[in-house]
């Protein structure tokens, strides 16, 4: 079996590709050249407008580069259809496409119903007015697809991630199988690592690292900020002085620092991680508490049972998640009981769950700053004031006047935490800190991959380019709910 190419059967298409890739590249850069070049000569036209000999050349600049990037776009969908339906016979890339075809179909069809419908669904439909945040919700909705159809059903993989392969160390991309048996793939499309493993399927199943830890643990952060905010910024005095010495004081601490102290082994011996988990992981149930008995606080008859359903439900996931192997804390020296293993829904890793409370403590003071500003602002508005006269209670104004008006922003922030997040996890995988070594996240990939660097740059460069694209995703689509919220 022969060694595959990254195009195969479609290399040639290359040419034109790398001379659209080109005219792209030239004629934007002439049109920030052109742009620098003060402006000569200008004659106003009509009223006030103003027509240059650069601008017209600008414009030219931009015309060109604007048809080189709609060929490009052009030529990747073809390189994609095609491998949808050559499979490995066009390449690399080609055999990249078949394996993910589930994710192509579920993309197809999220975009084509979020279209149909956009009109219906408020901000989120408001986003695909905008191109930006369609390709930054392309690429975010990639990898979480990714993440979910490979680490959860294994559907795109390959190969174990796990699996060391004889004779497959460190081998470059298409690499063929020596001996491939029958119903294994015949390929390691991403080559092998320094340990022989298949590159190919870490990527994928380092995407679900990826999926369970940044958004949970980002919304668990929320959770906290906005709890903790809310209350600060519309109360004031000393509530609010307490509220914020504990935050700045947090923030204060040198972030990556922090992060190394509290996922170092001798720190999660003492039981730490697991005392913040049991403190942190509250506050979802606080803040649903307080959310629906202020919100049917005059309809006591649907509140009762409506809180003892919800916090019931809510309580059980709390001990479930605080819980492992029926205990909240197992250190060396005492055990600390927990929910029994019979009524355990699931237990999380131990590493997983001391990065998850690492990205809460973090993330959290920053979240609370975010709402107590806002909460400072929104307050002084007449509907407030409204709300106030009407005589309705602070947490239902603060949750169901001032929250709601506070969508905007935090929506755009918790985009980007997940993001600042990502390359938190990829920052500690790096290092070797919180999840075990033999994880497929991509920090750890990378790091067991930059050893050969110079000799073997796949290994890293492939997960690498992974948490870029996703990190790019999550910037471009806060940049596009930021653009559609200021049009509310």
Same mark, same amino acid.
């Given at each position: 079996?022969?060694?595959? /190419?990254?195009?195969?059967?479609?290399?040639?298409?290359?040419?034109?590709?790398?001379?659209?890739?080109?005219?792209?590249?030239?004629?934007?850069?002439?049109?920030?050249?052109?742009?620098?070049?003060?402006?000569?000569?200008?004659?106003?036209?009509?009223?006030?407008?103003?027509?240059?000999?650069?601008?017209?050349?600008?414009?030219?600049?931009?015309?060109?580069?604007?048809?080189?990037?709609?060929?490009?776009?052009?030529?990747?969908?073809?390189?994609?259809?095609?491998?949808?339906?050559?499979?490995?016979?066009?390449?690399?890339?080609?055999?990249?496409?078949?394996?993910?075809?589930?994710?192509?179909?579920?993309?197809?069809?999220?975009?084509?119903?979020?279209?149909?419908?956009?009109?219906?669904?408020?901000?989120?439909?408001?986003?695909?007015?905008?191109?930006?945040?369609?390709?930054?919700?392309?690429?975010?909705?990639?990898?979480?697809?990714?993440?979910?159809?490979?680490?959860?059903?294994?559907?795109?993989? /390959?190969?174990?991630?796990?699996?060391?392969?004889?004779?497959?160390?460190?081998?470059?991309?298409?690499?063929?199988?020596?001996?491939?048996?029958?119903?294994?793939?015949?390929?390691?499309?991403?080559?092998?690592?320094?340990?022989?493993?298949?590159?190919?399927?870490?990527?994928?199943?380092?995407?679900?690292?990826?999926?369970?830890?940044?958004?949970?643990?980002?919304?668990?952060? !929320?959770?906290?900020?906005?709890?903790?905010?809310?209350?600060?910024?519309?109360?004031?005095?000393?509530?609010?002085? !307490?509220?914020?010495?504990?935050?700045?004081?947090?923030?204060?601490?040198?972030?990556?620092?922090?992060?190394?102290?509290?996922? /170092?082994?001798?720190?999660?011996?003492?039981?730490?991680?697991?005392?913040?988990?049991?403190?942190? !992981?509250?506050?979802?149930?606080?803040?649903?508490?307080?959310?629906?008995?202020?919100?049917?606080?005059?309809?006591?008859?649907?509140?009762?049972?409506?809180?003892?359903?919800?916090?019931?439900?809510?309580?059980?996931?709390?001990?479930?998640?605080?819980?492992?192997?029926?205990?909240?804390?197992?250190?060396?020296?005492?055990?600390?009981?927990?929910?029994?293993?019979?009524?355990?829904?699931?237990?999380?890793?131990?590493?997983?769950?001391?990065?998850?409370?690492?990205?809460? !403590?973090?993330?959290?003071?920053?979240?609370?700053?975010?709402?107590?500003?806002?909460?400072?602002?929104?307050?002084?508005?007449?509907?407030?004031?409204?709300?106030?006269?009407?005589?309705?209670?602070?947490?239902?104004?603060?949750?169901?006047?001032?929250?709601?008006?506070?969508?905007?922003?935090?929506?755009?922030?918790?985009?980007?935490?997940?993001?600042?997040?990502?390359?938190?996890?990829?920052?500690?995988?790096?290092?070797?800190?919180?999840?075990?070594?033999?994880?497929?996240?991509?920090?750890?990939?990378?790091?067991?991959?930059?050893?050969?660097?110079?000799?073997?740059?796949?290994?890293?460069?492939?997960?690498?380019?992974?948490?870029?694209?996703?990190?790019?995703?999550?910037?471009?689509?806060?940049?596009?709910?930021?653009?559609?919220?200021?049009?509310?």
């Amino acid at each position: 079996m022969e060694q595959l /190419t990254w195009t195969g059967g479609m290399g040639w298409l290359n040419p034109g590709l790398g001379l659209a890739v080109a005219v792209m590249i030239l004629a934007y850069l002439g049109q920030m050249v052109v742009s620098l070049v003060p402006a000569t000569g200008a004659r106003t036209i009509g009223s006030g407008a103003v027509a240059t000999a650069d601008q017209g050349i600008s414009g030219l600049f931009g015309r060109v580069g604007s048809w080189a990037f709609r060929a490009v776009l052009v030529m990747i969908l073809i390189y994609l259809v095609a491998g949808i339906v050559l499979g490995p016979a066009a390449g690399i890339f080609g055999g990249m496409a078949r394996q993910l075809l589930p994710v192509w179909i579920a993309l197809i069809v999220t975009f084509a119903l979020s279209i149909t419908y956009k009109r219906r669904l408020g901000l989120y439909g408001k986003l695909f007015d905008s191109t930006v945040g369609m390709i930054g919700f392309a690429l975010v909705m990639f990898w979480v697809y990714t993440g979910v159809f490979g680490g959860v059903f294994d559907l795109l993989v /390959t190969h174990d991630s796990l699996s060391q392969v004889s004779g497959m160390k460190n081998k470059l991309p298409g690499t063929p199988l020596a001996r491939a048996e029958d119903g294994e793939y015949p390929w390691f499309l991403l080559g092998g690592d320094n340990l022989a493993r298949d590159v190919f399927t870490r990527l994928i199943k380092g995407a679900w690292v990826v999926v369970q830890i940044a958004p949970m643990a980002t919304l668990f952060a !929320f959770m906290v900020g906005i709890t903790l905010g809310l209350p600060a910024g519309y109360y004031g005095g000393k509530l609010d002085v !307490f509220l914020s010495f504990l935050a700045n004081l947090i923030l204060a601490f040198p972030v990556i620092l922090l992060f190394y102290l509290l996922v /170092t082994p001798e720190i999660v011996l003492t039981g730490i991680p697991n005392y913040m988990a049991i403190f942190l !992981f509250i506050f979802p149930l606080i803040f649903l508490g307080v959310l629906l008995n202020s919100r049917f606080y005059t309809q006591p008859s649907l509140r009762t049972p409506l809180l003892i359903g919800v916090l019931g439900i809510a309580g059980w996931l709390y001990l479930s998640l605080v819980s492992t192997n029926g205990a909240l804390v197992d250190a060396p020296t005492y055990r600390l009981p927990g929910l029994p293993a019979a009524v355990d829904l699931f237990d999380i890793d131990p590493g997983v769950l001391v990065v998850f409370v690492s990205v809460v !403590f973090v993330n959290a003071p920053t979240v609370f700053r975010i709402v107590r500003g806002l909460t400072l602002d929104i307050k002084t508005r007449d509907y407030v004031a409204a709300a106030q006269t009407r005589g309705e209670g602070p947490w239902y104004i603060m949750l169901w006047e001032i929250l709601p008006n506070a969508r905007g922003p935090l929506i755009v922030d918790f985009c980007l935490r997940i993001g600042y997040t990502t390359i938190l996890l990829g920052t500690l995988g790096f290092f070797g800190l919180g999840l075990a070594s033999e994880s497929p996240d991509w920090g750890t990939t990378i790091n067991a991959g930059r050893r050969l660097l110079s000799l073997y740059p796949h290994a890293a460069i492939a997960p690498a380019l992974a948490l870029l694209s996703l990190v790019l995703g999550l910037n471009l689509l806060a940049d596009g709910l930021r653009e559609e919220s200021l049009r509310d």
